[in-house]
C-alpha cells in the first residue's frame, strides 16, 4: 500500500463547476499536510498548507480528518486556470528531520 | 532572488556515463534536498542535506552522490548511468528541516539515459 494515495484522475470539469479530491496516507503519526499544484512539465509549487480545523483560501478549501486518515482540497468555481496536477504532501518527523511523502497526484482538467 | 535554479534543463546519456546536476539557492536555506519524479509516481527523496557539510540518504539513493561543500549548491552526482535512471530531476530547499515548511523547487532536469 502507497504511504500517500490519490486518485489520478484525471478529472475534466466545465468551468464554474466545484470539483473535490480526496488524498489518505496510511501514517498516522503524520503531523502535517499540503497541497501543492503542479503545471504540466513545471516544478510543483506550494498552494496551500491544511490545518486540523481546516482552511480557506479564496476558492480552494483544504479539510483534515485525522480519524480517518484523508485530506481533501474543494475547489470552487473552476477556471482554465485551474488545470493542473494537484500534489497531496504528508510530513512526520523522521529522526531528526521531517520526512515528506508525496503522492502520484490528481489531474483536473477544466474545459470551457 | 533567483530562488532554485538547477542546470542542465535536458541531458540525455549513455549508459555508463556519469554526469552532475547542478543546484542553486540564493534563500539561504539550509535544508536542501534532490528528488526523482517518475510517471504515475510521487516524487521520490534520493539525497538531502540539512547544512553544508552534512548529507543524508532518502527513498531512493543508490546510484547518486552529493556532497554540500557551500549552503548555496548542492550537486547530485550520477555515477554510472543507468535507463533506469531516466526521470525527472527536482531540487528543492525550505529554511527548516522539519518538513513544516514550504519546499521551493527548482524548474528541473529532464535526464534520458539510453
Known amino acids: 500500500r502507497k504511504e500517500v494515495e490519490q486518485d489520478p484522475g484525471p478529472f475534466n470539469v466545465p468551468e464554474g463547476a466545484t470539483v473535490a479530491f480526496n488524498c489518505t496516507y496510511s501514517n498516522s503519526a503524520s503531523q502535517s499536510f499540503f497541497w501543492y499544484r503542479q503545471d504540466c512539465r513545471k516544478e510543483p509549487k506550494l498552494l496551500m498548507s491544511?490545518?486540523?480545523s481546516g482552511n480557506e483560501d479564496g476558492r480552494f478549501t483544504a479539510q483534515l480528518n485525522r480519524a480517518s486518515q484523508y485530506i481533501s482540497l474543494l475547489i470552487r468555481d473552476s477556471k482554465l486556470s485551474d488545470s493542473a496536477t494537484y500534489l497531496c504532501v504528508v510530513n512526520y518527523d523522521s529522526g531528526n528531520t521531517g520526512k515528506l511523502i508525496f503522492g502520484q497526484g490528481t489531474t483536473l482538467q477544466v474545459k470551457p | 532572488n533567483a530562488g532554485v535554479t538547477q542546470t542542465p534543463k535536458f541531458q540525455v546519456l549513455k549508459t555508463g556515463q556519469s554526469m552532475t546536476l547542478q543546484c542553486a539557492q540564493d534563500m539561504n536555506h539550509e535544508y536542501m534536498s534532490w528528488y526523482r519524479q517518475d510517471p504515475g509516481m510521487g516524487l521520490r527523496l534520493i539525497h538531502y542535506?540539512?547544512?553544508?557539510?552534512?548529507?543524508d540518504q532518502g527513498e531512493v539513493p543508490n546510484g547518486y552522490n552529493v556532497s554540500r561543500s557551500t549552503t548555496e549548491d548542492f550537486p547530485l552526482r550520477l555515477l554510472s548511468a543507468a535507463p533506469s535512471q531516466t526521470s525527472v530531476y527536482f531540487c528543492a530547499s525550505s529554511r527548516g528541516s522539519r518538513g513544516q515548511e514550504t519546499q521551493y523547487f527548482g524548474p528541473g532536469t529532464r535526464l534520458l539515459v539510453l
Open positions: 542535506s540539512v547544512g553544508a557539510g552534512i548529507t
Open positions: 491544511v490545518y486540523s
